[in-house]
């Protein structure tokens, strides 16, 4: 009985040394990747065991149950993280436990830049090839209402920003969270903004910083713009800003701004209609929010571009006149998007 308890031991004592020796010489032979980059998806809820199963179905790994064993013995059975993965090269079984564990999934990153409308925001989600398209052939109204977004136009309600995300997720989701950015950054001026102001919401705060994103690319000038328009609101002046009266065009305008348009009525004509338009004109970035919040010191209701990127401003119009004089004699006015 002893001998045979012996041998039973003995047995075990070499199975146990064959499959560890096994398990040692699997987790540090390099897997062969079935093409070069090599792409996979685990989904969320899967199971080590499906997991290996696939692996092993994709000729990634020889068999599943030692990569089973492998991260069974490396305690990592209960640590996966679903996502996107891309392998460049060759690794062993053990880094590619570590990879599937830490969560090092592939990501594709897609930019929006300060200025731009909604649509042009649409065009570059459509044809990026890493996102899943879920909003194609949908309206702006229906795509709001699957974000859960009550507001009626979706122009300037996303932050403009790089956003980095797995390969294969769905637009809605990169167009909540700059929507969600965007709020909390419109929240965080709103509450830290001078007082007096003459906006009644942050919406409205959100369309003078879209105006004033269209109006100069230069960081510096933009609380002095933002404070032009703000002095001219409070006097009962018109805003007069070309960026609204272009946005309002849509499609027809062809690249020059001609006395017809100044003066053809649309919702966005701030030529012939009063205050704030109804809503905002691009994807204004902090450095708006922030200026259409916390405007410059200065009592000018005027200003004209130098031809040099720069602005000059006025406090009256005599003064505006010669500087237009002065800067715009030979200068068509155009605005080119």
Same mark, same amino acid.
């Given at each position: 009985m002893m001998n045979v308890i012996k041998r039973g031991i003995a047995a075990l004592i070499v199975l146990g040394m064959s499959t560890a020796g096994w398990v040692l010489y699997f987790a540090n032979t390099p897997v062969h990747l079935p093409q070069s980059p090599y792409e996979f998806t685990l989904k969320h809820g899967s199971s080590l065991r499906t997991i290996a199963k696939q692996f092993s179905a994709e000729g990634l790994i020889p068999e599943p149950w030692s990569f089973i064993v492998l991260a069974k013995i490396l305690g990592k059975e209960g640590d996966i993280k679903a996502g996107n993965y891309q392998l460049d090269r060759e690794l062993t079984p053990f880094q590619l436990v570590q990879k599937i564990t830490k969560g090092d999934v592939s990501q594709s990153e897609i930019v929006f830049i300060e200025g731009w409308n909604f649509s042009q925001m649409r065009k570059a989600l459509d044809e990026h090839p890493a996102i899943r398209h879920d909003t194609t052939g949908l309206s702006d109204r229906e795509l709001l209402n699957r974000l859960g977004v009550q507001e009626e136009s979706a122009e300037g309600l996303f932050f403009p920003d790089t956003y980095y995300f797995s390969n @294969?997720?769905?637009? %809605?989701? &990169? %167009?909540? !969270?700059?929507?969600?950015?965007?709020?909390q950054r419109l929240a965080d001026a709103w509450r830290e903004r001078r007082p007096n102001l003459p906006y009644s919401t942050p919406y409205e705060a959100l369309i003078m910083a879209s105006i004033v994103e269209k109006e100069t690319g230069r960081s510096g000038e933009r609380p002095m713009i933002a404070a &032009?328009?703000?002095?001219?609101? !409070? $006097? @009962?002046? !018109?805003?007069? $800003?070309d960026p609204t009266v272009i946005y309002g065009l849509g499609e027809t305008f062809d690249g020059n701004l001609h006395k017809r348009d100044l003066t053809t009525d649309n919702a966005y004509n701030t030529y012939t209609r009063s205050g704030l338009p109804p809503g905002p004109i691009s994807m204004p970035g902090w450095a708006s929010l922030n200026a259409a919040l916390h405007p410059g010191a200065t009592s000018a209701l005027y200003f004209v571009s130098r031809g040099d990127g720069t602005h000059q401003f006025s406090s009256s119009l005599t003064e505006h006149n010669q500087a237009v004089a002065r800067y715009q004699k030979t200068i068509p006015r155009k605005k080119i998007n």
């Open positions: @294969g997720m769905s637009d %809605l989701s &990169v %167009l909540k !969270r700059a929507y969600q950015i965007m709020e &032009v328009f703000i002095n001219r609101l !409070r $006097t @009962g002046m !018109r805003l007069q $800003t």
